[in-house]
């Protein structure tokens, strides 16, 4: 039976992948720091779902998640490195503490999930999976530091894919649009603390479960990208065409936003 790590399974994006993958008939290695919820989770499936508790930040861990997928599911056949944080507030506001931490959440822990899981998946000829996002190609106001993390996890996922041309590994750059989920909540203002509430209408967005349902798709039909959303598509292109008047649409869009830190 095919196996999968699947990081920042706590919640959103990765809970929902989560159950896709047992409904595909995959083992899934469910981790993120939330034991509560990841057990919640495995009870779904006890037989399909082994919860790992642990922090993405650290590479010794993510060393010992391979191990216990090794041991307890035998074989690893993809990684998908979703877990990740974000923030909202402006470069000459924010503390560089918080930049910091988004980078090393959502860049090195994404980097520390795919080294780790490598050799494994090369032996299966499986599939590394980088759950970026839209400002992974273009940059967002009050998310510098989302948006560099974003683009650095698009050059390592794109280098490493020419690295394993010849290896029958496939690698995803995953780039959903706005989706439903805990991220706008937990996003990070200047100072590091959550920001508690979304400042748009969440139930408006697309589901976690339709992310996760063009993940699988796009990974089974080996796609290089999945870029969600015809907003998201518009903005990628645009940005390509005429990145100067995007940015004004840009401006005006997220000045809109309910406490819009855009002066
Ligand atoms: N929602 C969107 O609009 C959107 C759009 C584009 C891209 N994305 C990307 O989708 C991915 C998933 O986000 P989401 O929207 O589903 O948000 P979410 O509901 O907040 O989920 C984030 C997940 O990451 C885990 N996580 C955070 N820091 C971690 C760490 N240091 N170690 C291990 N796990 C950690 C969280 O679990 P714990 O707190 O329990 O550790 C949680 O399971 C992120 O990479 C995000 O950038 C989201």
Redesign the pocket.
């Known amino acids: 039976m095919r196996s999968v790590w699947i990081?920042?399974?706590?919640?959103?994006?990765?809970?929902a992948l989560v159950r896709e993958f047992v409904k595909q008939g995959w083992m899934v290695l469910a981790?993120?720091?939330?034991q509560e919820?990841?057990e919640s989770l495995a009870r779904e499936a006890p037989d399909r779902i082994y919860p790992f508790v642990?922090?993405?930040?650290d590479y010794a861990t993510c060393e010992s998640a391979v191990q216990v997928a090794l041991r307890h599911l035998g074989r690893l056949d993809a990684v998908v490195a979703?877990?990740?944080?974000?923030h909202r507030a402006l470069v000459e506001d924010i503390s560089l503490a918080v930049l910091r931490e988004v980078m090393?959440?959502?860049f090195w822990?994404a980097v520390h999930a795919i080294k780790a899981a490598l050799p494994l998946v090369k032996q299966q000829r499986g599939w590394i999976v980088g759950?970026?996002?839209?400002?992974g190609f273009r940059g967002l106001p009050a998310r510098s530091g989302?948006s560099a993390s974003?683009f650095a996890l698009n050059g390592f996922l794109e280098a490493l894919r020419v690295e394993l041309y010849r290896s029958g590994v496939s690698v995803l750059t995953a780039?959903?649009?706005?989706?439903?989920?805990?991220?706008?909540e937990?996003a990070l203002t200047a100072h590091g603390v959550p920001q508690r509430e979304s400042p748009i209408a969440e139930e408006k967005?697309m589901k976690?479960e339709t992310v996760a349902q063009a993940i699988y798709r796009a990974m089974m039909r080996r796609q290089k990208y999945l870029i969600l959303t015809a907003q998201g598509r518009w903005t990628v292109w645009l940005n390509k065409v005429v990145p100067g008047l995007l940015d004004g649409l840009m401006y005006r869009y997220f000045q809109k936003e309910e406490g819009s830190p855009l002066r």
């Open positions: 990081t920042g399974a706590s919640s959103g994006i990765g809970e981790q993120a720091r939330r919820r990841l642990g922090d993405v930040r979703n877990a990740g944080i974000s090393e959440t959502n822990g759950v970026s996002s839209i400002a989302y974003k780039a959903p649009g706005f989706t439903r989920s805990e991220i706008r937990k967005l976690a």
